[in-house]
Every structure is written in C-alpha cells, then in structure tokens.
C-alpha cells in the first residue's frame, strides 16, 4: 500500500526554522518528482517547490526562494523541506506530492503554524 507521511512540523516563532520530511512506503520516489504544496486558512493551495527525481534541480515559489530549500534521500525514500526564516504567512498545513505522468500520490498534510 502506498504512503506519503510527513512529519515535522508544529508551533514556531516569527525568525524560527523547522525541517519537515516526507516518508514514503509502498513504492520507491527515485523515478518521481517530489513536490511540497501548503494550504493557508482560507486560500487555495499552493506549490511550495519541486525537486527532479535525481534531486539535481529544484524550483521554488518566489516567496520561498532564498528561505525554503528541498532535499531528497532516495536510499531513505524520504524528501524533505527545510524551511528558515519563517514568517507568520508561511502558516499552513503542508503536503508533500509525489508526481511522475502516469501517477502521482499525496500525503496527509502537517501543519505548520508561525507566531509569537
């Protein structure tokens, strides 16, 4: 069976930093693109930044560039989303996507919440 489990986040103040990660199981992400998108209360979901299959490139938002960097480690089957210099409007709930033409999969979401 397939999962997507993040994991990581929480409660952090304006400045502050956390790591997030995605566990996958039940399929390998070395042949998928992995993407984190979060949702904010009452907005539409939006694409945080992608890495390639082989983590060689990554793209990001341009309101998280310089902020917000992406990692993967196949070997763990796990990607990951570091994220510094948080702000309030990075409150969210955070979901990672696994993405290649003929599947994609989701995880459940954590929430990622930034106020003093």
């Known amino acids: 069976q397939v999962h997507l489990v993040e994991s990581g986040g929480g409660l952090v103040q304006p400045g502050g930093t956390l790591k997030l990660s995605c566990a996958a199981s039940?399929?390998?992400?070395?042949?998928?693109?992995m993407n984190w998108y979060r949702r904010a209360p009452g907005k539409e979901r939006e694409l945080v930044g992608i890495?390639?299959?082989?983590?060689?490139?990554?793209n990001y938002a341009d309101s998280m560039k310089g902020r917000f960097t992406i990692s993967r480690d196949n070997n763990k089957n796990t990607v990951y989303l570091q994220m510094n210099s948080l702000k309030p409007e990075d409150t969210a709930v955070y979901y990672c996507?696994?993405?290649?033409?003929?599947?994609?999969?989701w995880g459940q979401g954590t929430q990622v919440t930034v106020s003093s």
């Open positions: 996507n696994a993405w290649r033409p003929s599947s994609a999969y």
């Open positions: 039940g399929f390998s992400i070395s042949s998928y693109a």
């Open positions: 890495i390639s299959s082989a983590g060689i490139s990554t």
